[in-house]
Protein backbone atom coordinates (compact mmCIF):
# COMPACT_ATOMS: atom_id res chain seq x y z
CA UNK A 1 0.00 0.00 0.00
CA UNK A 2 1.06 3.36 -1.05
CA UNK A 3 -0.14 7.08 -0.06
CA UNK A 4 0.23 10.22 -2.35
CA UNK A 5 -0.49 13.94 -2.02
CA UNK A 6 -1.56 15.37 -5.12
CA UNK A 7 -2.15 18.54 -6.11
CA UNK A 8 -3.10 19.87 -9.54
CA UNK A 9 -2.56 23.59 -10.82
CA UNK A 10 -4.43 25.20 -13.61
CA UNK A 11 -8.03 25.41 -14.48
CA UNK A 12 -9.36 22.34 -12.22
CA UNK A 13 -12.51 23.89 -10.12
CA UNK A 14 -15.91 24.36 -11.40
CA UNK A 15 -15.27 21.45 -13.96
CA UNK A 16 -15.77 18.23 -11.84
CA UNK A 17 -12.46 17.50 -10.79
CA UNK A 18 -13.53 16.41 -7.17
CA UNK A 19 -16.52 13.89 -8.58
CA UNK A 20 -14.44 12.44 -10.72
CA UNK A 21 -11.75 12.10 -8.55
CA UNK A 22 -14.18 10.72 -6.45
CA UNK A 23 -15.94 8.33 -8.28
CA UNK A 24 -12.75 6.81 -10.00
CA UNK A 25 -11.47 6.29 -6.56
CA UNK A 26 -14.28 4.57 -5.21
CA UNK A 27 -14.17 2.16 -8.51
CA UNK A 28 -10.50 0.93 -8.02
CA UNK A 29 -10.63 0.70 -3.63
CA UNK A 30 -8.16 3.67 -3.36
CA UNK A 31 -9.08 5.58 -0.03
CA UNK A 32 -8.18 9.45 0.54
CA UNK A 33 -10.07 12.55 0.12
CA UNK A 34 -10.29 15.68 -2.56
CA UNK A 35 -10.82 18.94 -2.10
CA UNK A 36 -10.77 23.01 -3.56
CA UNK A 37 -8.01 24.84 -2.65
CA UNK A 38 -8.22 28.56 -1.63
CA UNK A 39 -5.51 29.24 -4.43
CA UNK A 40 -7.28 27.78 -7.14
CA UNK A 41 -5.71 24.19 -7.07
CA UNK A 42 -7.12 20.96 -6.27
CA UNK A 43 -5.52 18.62 -3.70
CA UNK A 44 -5.85 14.94 -3.55
CA UNK A 45 -4.94 12.50 -0.88
CA UNK A 46 -4.89 8.42 -2.20
CA UNK A 47 -3.72 5.56 -0.58
CA UNK A 48 -3.97 2.20 -1.95
CA UNK A 49 -2.28 -0.21 -4.44
CA UNK A 50 0.24 1.23 -6.27
CA UNK A 51 -0.83 0.61 -9.29
CA UNK A 52 -4.37 1.98 -8.85
CA UNK A 53 -3.11 5.22 -7.24
CA UNK A 54 -0.64 5.48 -10.31
CA UNK A 55 -3.69 5.21 -12.21
CA UNK A 56 -5.45 8.14 -10.83
CA UNK A 57 -2.02 10.56 -10.04
CA UNK A 58 -2.11 9.83 -13.93
CA UNK A 59 -6.02 11.05 -14.61
CA UNK A 60 -5.09 14.10 -12.20
CA UNK A 61 -2.69 14.84 -14.87
CA UNK A 62 -5.04 15.17 -17.27
CA UNK A 63 -8.86 15.78 -15.52
CA UNK A 64 -11.89 15.52 -16.56
CA UNK A 65 -13.13 17.18 -19.77
CA UNK A 66 -12.99 21.01 -19.23
CA UNK A 67 -9.99 21.12 -16.95
CA UNK A 68 -6.76 22.57 -17.93
CA UNK A 69 -4.18 21.02 -15.87
CA UNK A 70 -0.73 22.55 -16.24
CA UNK A 71 1.04 21.37 -13.53
CA UNK A 72 0.91 18.89 -10.98
CA UNK A 73 2.86 18.30 -7.11
CA UNK A 74 3.16 14.67 -6.47
CA UNK A 75 4.65 14.23 -3.07
CA UNK A 76 5.08 10.54 -1.13
CA UNK A 77 3.50 9.90 2.62
CA UNK A 78 3.69 7.14 5.03
CA UNK A 79 0.27 5.34 4.40
CA UNK A 80 -2.73 5.53 7.81
CA UNK A 81 -4.76 3.00 6.68
CA UNK A 82 -7.41 5.13 5.08
CA UNK A 83 -10.73 3.81 4.82
CA UNK A 84 -13.30 5.55 2.16
CA UNK A 85 -13.34 7.89 -0.34
CA UNK A 86 -14.62 12.05 0.01
CA UNK A 87 -15.17 15.00 -1.13
CA UNK A 88 -14.03 17.88 1.20
CA UNK A 89 -15.13 21.34 1.37
Do not use: K, Y
Not at 7 to 22: D, L, N, S
Request: glycine share 14%.
Amino acid sequence: MIRRRVIVHGHVQGVFFRETTRRRAESTGVAGWVRNRGDGAVEALFEGEPEEVERLIEFCGRGPRGALVEWIDVSSEEPEGLAGFSIRA
